[in-house]
């Protein structure tokens, strides 16, 4: 079993649509990471979070730490939101900043 | 955009050759990743460093090696490529355990 697990793996919306991504995780961790990366591209980091809940745009992120589950929305979506998204996890203690991944969602928002 | 530069950008080499990828950055961070993204797999680290000299294996590190001569660059080799060593690249960057990472734009390897 992955450290890190997203669902859905891949995901179909209608522009305008509301979307969920979630992440669950088996181990203690100091944060989490959405990341976004588009089809070619680079990696683009979303948020960084350690507890409670994040908003910048149209994108929302929140952790319960005590369930060991994160959640990505995205309100109003757009073509443009059309990426993998990444959820990442550092592990608690002395893990210098090192990531472990989950496998990505591939959104797909049609016009 | 943070400052971190990775090159060659594409790179095709014959197997048996040694490569050098080089990672570059401006922000004066202390700590350096390299990562590979595979498909299945996704992303797995290969090594990283916590400062300068100070290097560690990561969880896909056999038949790689690294080095950070100074704070601004570090360097991943392959010292003889495999066909096993196709992937895409990236290097990451952050500031302290618990604070964002900065990704370069990757560099795809294809090994034939």
């Given at each position: 079993?992955?450290?890190v697990?997203?669902?859905?793996?891949?995901?179909?919306a209608q522009?305008?649509?509301?979307?969920?991504?979630?992440?669950?995780?088996?181990?203690?961790?100091?944060a989490?990471h959405w990341?976004q990366?588009?089809?070619?591209?680079g990696?683009v980091?979303?948020f960084?979070?350690?507890s409670g809940?994040?908003?910048?745009?149209?994108?929302i992120?929140?952790?319960?730490?005590?369930?060991?589950?994160?959640?990505?929305?995205?309100t109003?979506?757009?073509?443009?939101?059309?990426a993998?998204?990444?959820?990442?996890v550092?592990?608690?203690?002395?893990?210098?900043?090192?990531?472990?991944?989950?496998?990505g969602?591939?959104?797909t928002?049609?016009p | 955009?943070?400052?971190?530069?990775?090159?060659?950008?594409?790179k095709?080499?014959?197997?048996?050759?040694?490569v050098?990828?080089?990672?570059h950055?401006?922000?004066?961070h202390?700590?350096?990743?390299?990562y590979?993204?595979d498909p299945?797999h996704?992303?797995?680290?290969?090594?990283?460093?916590?400062?300068v000299?100070?290097t560690?294996?990561g969880?896909?590190s056999?038949?790689?090696?690294?080095?950070?001569?100074?704070?601004?660059?570090?360097l991943?080799?392959?010292?003889s490529?495999?066909?096993s060593?196709?992937?895409?690249?990236?290097?990451?960057?952050?500031?302290?355990?618990g604070?964002?990472a900065?990704?370069?734009?990757?560099?795809r390897?294809?090994?034939?």
């Amino acid at each position: 079993k992955n450290e890190v697990e997203q669902s859905p793996q891949n995901l179909t919306a209608q522009e305008g649509e509301f979307i969920t991504i979630n992440c669950s995780y088996s181990v203690g961790i100091s944060a989490l990471h959405w990341l976004q990366q588009h089809p070619g591209g680079g990696i683009v980091s979303l948020f960084m979070l350690s507890s409670g809940k994040k908003k910048h745009g149209r994108l929302i992120a929140t952790i319960n730490i005590q369930e060991k589950h994160s959640s990505l929305h995205i309100t109003a979506s757009h073509p443009r939101d059309s990426a993998v998204y990444i959820c990442a996890v550092e592990s608690g203690g002395t893990s210098y900043g090192k990531l472990t991944f989950g496998q990505g969602t591939i959104l797909t928002v049609h016009p | 955009d943070a400052g971190i530069t990775q090159s060659p950008r594409h790179k095709v080499t014959e197997t048996g050759t040694p490569v050098t990828l080089r990672c570059h950055q401006t922000e004066n961070h202390r700590y350096m990743y390299w990562y590979r993204q595979d498909p299945g797999h996704g992303l797995r680290l290969i090594h990283y460093s916590y400062g300068v000299k100070d290097t560690d294996k990561g969880e896909v590190s056999d038949g790689y090696s690294v080095s950070r001569s100074k704070t601004e660059d570090f360097l991943l080799t392959l010292e003889s490529a495999t066909s096993s060593q196709t992937s895409v690249y990236f290097c990451a960057i952050s500031d302290w355990r618990g604070t964002e990472a900065f990704f370069g734009q990757g560099t795809r390897l294809t090994v034939v």
